[in-house]
C-alpha cells in the first residue's frame, strides 16, 4: 500500500476573507477508504474541490498517484473521479450517453468508451435503464448516474461527496456494497458524509476536519488501527470476567455497561479465540462476543470531546 | 462520423449535437427559411439574396451570440459545468467544441441559407459573405468569452449574464461595428489601397484578413479562459502576446510606402496601444482578495509570473515603450511623467472599487471615468483654461510644477488602494 497516494501539505484556501481551509496536511494510502467527516462549514466540500483541482488554493499542495494537481489538472483529472454533492448529469442526455460524454471527456477511445459506459451503468444498476434520460430517472438513480460518471473511466482515486443524501435505504445499501466492490478492485476512495455508521461499513480511514483544520487522521482497521471496541455478553456476575480481561495484554480500557462488558481490544481473531477460551477456563459463561457498532462516530466525537 | 468517433475527437461537440440537432428541429429550420423565402418571392422582392444576408445576420448573430452565451452560462445554472471543468480534454477543443456545438443549430440554418443561395435571385458578393460568417463566429466567440468573463467577477451571477454577452458579440461581430473592420473603415476613407509596414493592400482583402486574425484572437481567449477554469495558473502570456500584436497593428500604419516614422513615433503609438489595452484588461480583471493572495504567497518567480494579472505585463511593457519613446526624442519627459501618474492613478482607484464594493463595480468605475475624464475637464476648462487644467491633467508644454498635481492624485488613489486592502484582506 502506497503510504502517500494523496498528499496534502499546507493547504490554505479562503472563500472572501473567510479561511476554508488552513495549513491542513495529510498521507492517504493506495487503496484505502477514507471517511472525510466533520460538522457543516468544517470544509469538507473545499477540501475535496482542492483534491480535484476545482479550487485553487491560496497556498499548499496537493499530489495525487505523484501527480501534482495544481500544477498539471488535466493529468490528475484522468486519475480522479469526482462526484459532487449536486447531481452533474445532462438531464436531456440517455444515461447511455451521459456515461459516453463522461468516458470520452477523459480521453478514452471509441473501444473503452463503450464498454465504460456498460460497465459503469453496471456498476450503479442502471444497466436496464441505458435508453432512458436522465431528467426522467428517480432522484436516486440520478444520484447513482452521477456516480457512475465519476467512475466511468475507472479512476484510480475516487472523491464522493455526501453521496448517500437523498438515498433510500436500499439504495444506501447498494451504495455500501458498490463502494466496497470499488475498494476492493483497487479504487482509492475519499467518502464525504455525514451518516457515520453507513461510513464504517466501509471507511477504514478517517479523516477529521474542523474549522478548516486537520482534527484527526486514524486508520480504522490493520495494524496502526486505533484499538477496535467490543462487547462481552454473559450469565452472571460481570466483575469476575472484568478481572480476567484485565489480564490479558491486548485488552485496554474495560467497563461494565449495562450487564455487559466493554472493552478495546488490540488482537486478531485468533487473539480474540485465545481470549474467549481463557475467559471460558476461568468459568466465565459467555454468551456473546461482538464489536460494538458505532466505532467510528464514537472516535469523532471523542476527537471532538 | 459517428457518434463515437467525433465523442473521441471532440466529446463536447457530440453532446451538443445530441442535444440541440433533434429531429423535430432539424424539419423545422429549413422549412421556416423556404416560408421566408417564398413570402419574399411572392411579395415581390427581387434581391432574395441581399434578405438571405439578412437571415444570415439574423441567424449568426442575433441568435448565435445568444446561443453561445447560453452554452456556457445554462450549465453553470444546471451544475453541469463543473463536470466539464473536471476534464482531460485539450481546452482549445472544449472551447471550440463549446462554441460550434452550442451555436450548432443557427449554423445548420446558415448552411441552408447557402444551399439556396445560389437558386435565388439576387447575388451576395463573396468576400461579404464569407465577412458575415467569419463575424458571425466572431461575435459568438465574444459572447462566450463576456460570459466567461462575467462569471470569473461573480460565479453566483446568473440574471444578465447572457444578455450582455449578446450585445458584447453583437458589436464585435458585425463587421462594421467590430474594432478591426472599424479601424478599416477609417483607413478606407484614404482610397481603395492600405498602407501598412510599407505594403499596399486592397481594402476588402484586408479588412476579411484582419476579421480572421481577430477571430483567432476571441477562440485563444476562450481557450484560455476554459484553461484556466480547468485548474490552470492564469498565464499572462496570451494578453501580452495579444497585445504585442495589436501594438505592432497600429503601428503598421505609420509605414506609408517608403515613409519610415521616426523611433519615438512608432514606440509612442505603440505605447498608447499598450496603455489602452492595459486599461481594457484593467477593467476586464475581478481583484479578488485571493488572487491579490495567491500572487503574493507565490513560492517562487515562475508561479508568481503564472499568477499575474493579465493587464499587468501589457501597461509594465507600455510604460517601457512611452520611456523609450520619451529618451529617444519624443514628447516632453514631465507630460509623459504626468500621464504616467495618472495610470498609477487609474489602477489604484480601479483596485480600491474593485476591493471595496462587491456589486456593481463596473457601474461605478464608469461613473468615476465619466467623472474624471469627462467633467473634471470641462469643468477645469471654464475656471482657469489650460494653466489650471495642467495641475490636474498631463498638458503639452505646461511647466513641470504642475506634476505636481497629478503626482499627488497617484499618492492618494495608492493610499486609498492600501486602506482597501488592509481593509478587506481578512487573515
Known sequence: MTADFVSVRSLVFEYGTTRALDQVGFDLPAGSVTALVGPNGAGKTTLLRCLAGLERPLAGTVAIDGVDVLDQPRLAHTRLGFQQDFFGVYD????????????????LDRHDMEEASVWAAEAVGLSDRMEQKAGALSRGLRQRLAIARALAHRPRLLLMDEPASGLDPEARRHLSALIRNLNAAGMTIVVSSHILSELEDYSTHMLALRDGHCAQLAALGGDDAVLSRWRLGLVGDCRDALAGLRTLA?????????GDIEFTFSGDPLARHHLLRHLMDQGVMVTDLAPTG???????????? | MSASSLLQVNPELQRCLWLELTPTRLVLMPVLLALMLVGLHLAGTDDLAEWIGYALYFLLLLWGTRLAAESFVDEVVQGTWDIQRLSAVNPLGLALGKLVGGTIYVWYGAAWCLVALPFVPGTLEGTELTSILIGGLSGQAAALMVA???????ASRRRGSTALAQVVGIVAGIPSLGLAAALSSVVREWGTQIHWFGGQFETGPFTLAQQAITLGWWLLGVAWLVRRQMGHAPSPWPYLAFAVYQMA???GFLFAGDLVPPF???????????AALAYVGLFTTPWHVADVKRLMLAPNWAQRWSLLPSWLPVALLAVVLGAASVASGGREWSLAAAALALFVRDIALVASVRLLSRRRTTL????LA??????????LDSIGGVTLRAWIFPTLDAPAVTLVGPLAQALAALVLAGWAWTRRKGH
Do not use: C, W
Open chain 2, 364 to 367: 461605478l468605475l464608469t461613473v
Open chain 2, 264 to 274: 519615438p513615433v512608432v514606440a509612442g503609438i505603440a505605447a498608447l496601444a499598450g
Open chain 2, 148 to 154: 466567461m468573463l462575467l462569471h470569473a467577477f461573480d
Open chain 1, 250 to 258: 491486548e485488552v485496554g480500557e474495560a467497563q461494565i455497561v449495562g
Open chain 2, 249 to 251: 497593428f497600429s503601428t
Open chain 1, 294 to 305: 458505532g466505532h467510528l462516530e464514537k472516535l469523532y466525537l471523542g476527537e471532538k470531546a
Open chain 1, 92 to 107: 436531456e442526455l440517455t444515461v447511455r450517453q451521459n456515461l459516453l460524454h463522461a468516458a470520452a471527456i477523459q480521453g
Open chain 2, 370 to 379: 465619466v467623472l474624471l475624464y469627462g467633467l473634471l475637464p470641462e469643468v
